[in-house]
C-alpha cells in the first residue's frame, strides 16, 4: 500500500530534550516536506526537499532540522524543543512532475513540550 | 510575504446545494494550485489540483483558476453532510503555502 508513515503519532516531552520525529514513504517521490499545524494558523511549511541531499526553508524553519539522505526518508529534528514548537506535525511526500506537485500526508505527530 | 487567504467560516450551506470556497494568493509566480479536504484530527486528503487558467472538473468537484486576479475556487455540487470539513487552498511555487481552511457544515 501506497503511504506516508509517521513515528511517534504522539509525543509528550520537556523543554530541551532532543527528539526525532521520522517520516517515511514508499512511493518512490522525489520531494518531502514537514509541515506543523496550529488552530487558525493552517498548515505553515517547516522544511522542504527536492531529492536526496538537496533540503531547503520553509515558512518557520527556526528550531528545526531536516536530512535527507536517502530517498525514502525524511526526520525532522528538535534539537532543544520548547513549549511553542507543541503543535500537530505532517509530513507530505510527492512526485516533481512539470511543475505539479500533488502532496500525500502522513497521519500526523501530536507533539507536547512542556 | 507570500500569502494565502481563504475565509474561516464557518459557511453552512443545505444537503443538495453548491457550496462556493474561495481563495486568493499574492505570489505571482505560483505554478499550481490545489484543494485539500480535512476532517477533524485527520491528515489532509487532495482534491483537486489546477494549473492553467479556467475550470477543471472532476465528479462534483469544480475548480476554478484566474492568475490574472490571482483567484483559485473550488465549488461542490450536490453538497452531502460527509463534504463537511475543512477545506485548505495550498499554492505551490517549490515551497507550499497554504490557507488556513475554510470550515464547511452541510446540513441534511
Known amino acids: 500500500e501506497a503511504q506516508v508513515t509517521q513515528n511517534p503519532r504522539y509525543l509528550i516531552t520537556v523543554t530541551g530534550k532532543k527528539l526525532t520525529v521520522t517520516c517515511s514513504q514508499n512511493?518512490?517521490?522525489?520531494?518531502m516536506s514537514w509541515y506543523r499545524q496550529d488552530p487558525g494558523l493552517g498548515l505553515r511549511q517547516i522544511y522542504y526537499s527536492m531529492n536526496v541531499e538537496v533540503t531547503d526553508k520553509g515558512d518557520v524553519p527556526e528550531g528545526y532540522k531536516v536530512s535527507r539522505k536517502e530517498k525514502r526518508n525524511f526526520p525532522l529534528i528538535l534539537e532543544s524543543p520548547s513549549p511553542n514548537q507543541t503543535s500537530l506535525y505532517f509530513c507530505?511526500?510527492?512526485?516533481?512532475?512539470?511543475?505539479?506537485?500533488?502532496?500525500?500526508f502522513g497521519p500526523g505527530t501530536r507533539l507536547t513540550v512542556t | 510575504q507570500k500569502e494565502v487567504e481563504q475565509n474561516s467560516g464557518p459557511l453552512s450551506v443545505p444537503e443538495g446545494a453548491i457550496a462556493s470556497l474561495n481563495c486568493t494568493y499574492s505570489d505571482r509566480g505560483s505554478q499550481s494550485f490545489f484543494w485539500y479536504r480535512q476532517y477533524s484530527g485527520k491528515s489532509p486528503e487532495l482534491i483537486m489540483f489546477i494549473y492553467s487558467n479556467g475550470d477543471k472538473e472532476d465528479g462534483r468537484f469544480t475548480a476554478q483558476l484566474n492568475k490574472a486576479s490571482q483567484y483559485v475556487s473550488l465549488l461542490i455540487r450536490d453538497s452531502q453532510p460527509s463534504d463537511s470539513a475543512t477545506y485548505l487552498c495550498?499554492?505551490?511555487?517549490?515551497?507550499?503555502?497554504f490557507g488556513a481552511g475554510t470550515r464547511l457544515t452541510v446540513k441534511p
Open positions: 507530505a511526500s510527492s512526485f516533481m512532475t512539470s511543475g505539479v506537485n500533488e502532496q500525500y
Open positions: 495550498a499554492v505551490n511555487n517549490n515551497d507550499m503555502r
Open positions: 512511493m518512490n517521490h522525489e520531494y
